[in-house]
């Protein structure tokens, strides 16, 4: 079955620290790759997104991500986080009709 | 402009009524979901509506039922409360269903006493 792992439950970072967020899907078939953040009381927005092509995408406001295919892996990255980036980002993977959802990673940012 | 919303916001009943929450776009999508979040952040797919069909039913109990009166809805009825139904319900929508980005709405959180 398919499933979406994020191993990083919180992650607590000063101010422009960079940042690394882990993220590995099982699926065996063609996958596409989503993260998404849910800002404190907000709903889920799309960060970015993987179809094909690059591996490496980037999305809005500074992030970024790279697929691995050889590691079935997706992680997200910044290379310097803000105090506004306090939120719960989600990893997700589309495959077989479903779009399934890891736990999702608490990141705190402290100003 | 609200492309995804939900009514109501917040909800909260007593175990064993019946309660509705509606949901709306207004981007032209084809395909809507309900998702329930737990209070571990867990998001699980409920069920997704594409032209009106029944898509995906998860193993989510009978007393849940999406009720979609055309493209631009889909509302949720819950029959006979539960505590366990507590969480946060986010409505998505998206163009077709192939991988394609789902928009959410902005949940509705319901508390069951």
């Known amino acids: 079955a398919q499933s979406v792992s994020q191993h990083n439950h919180h992650v607590i970072l000063s101010e422009a620290a960079s940042l690394e967020l882990g993220c590995n899907y099982s699926?065996?078939?063609?996958?596409?790759l989503f993260w998404y953040v849910q800002y404190p009381g907000q709903h889920l927005q799309l960060l970015l997104k993987?179809?094909?092509?690059?591996?490496l995408v980037k999305g809005i406001k500074g992030f970024e991500a790279e697929f691995i295919k050889s590691k079935f892996s997706f992680n997200l990255r910044k290379p310097s986080v803000q105090w506004s980036d306090t939120a719960e980002y989600f990893c997700?993977?589309?495959?077989?009709?479903?779009?399934?959802f890891g736990t999702g990673t608490r990141l705190t940012v402290i100003p | 402009d609200t492309a995804v919303s939900q009514t109501p916001k917040y909800l909260v009943t007593q175990m064993g009524n019946d309660k509705s929450i509606k949901c709306e776009q207004n981007?032209?999508?084809?395909?809507m979901y309900w998702y329930k979040q737990d209070s571990k952040k867990f998001l699980k797919i409920m069920f997704s509506?594409?032209?009106?069909?029944?898509?995906i039913n998860e193993t989510v109990p009978n007393r849940f039922s999406p009720k979609s009166p055309d493209k631009a809805h889909l509302n949720l009825h819950i029959n006979s409360l539960e505590l366990g139904d507590s969480a946060v319900y986010f409505c998505?929508?998206?163009?077709?269903?192939?991988?394609?980005?789902?928009?959410f709405g902005p949940g509705t959180r319901l508390l069951v006493l």
């Open positions: 509506y594409n032209n009106k069909e029944l898509i």
């Open positions: 981007l032209g999508h084809d395909t």
């Open positions: 998505a929508s998206s163009h077709g269903l192939a991988g394609v980005v789902q928009y």
């Open positions: 997700a993977a589309y495959g077989a009709n479903n779009l399934f």
């Open positions: 699926y065996g078939g063609t996958v596409n």
């Open positions: 993987y179809f094909s092509g690059d591996p």
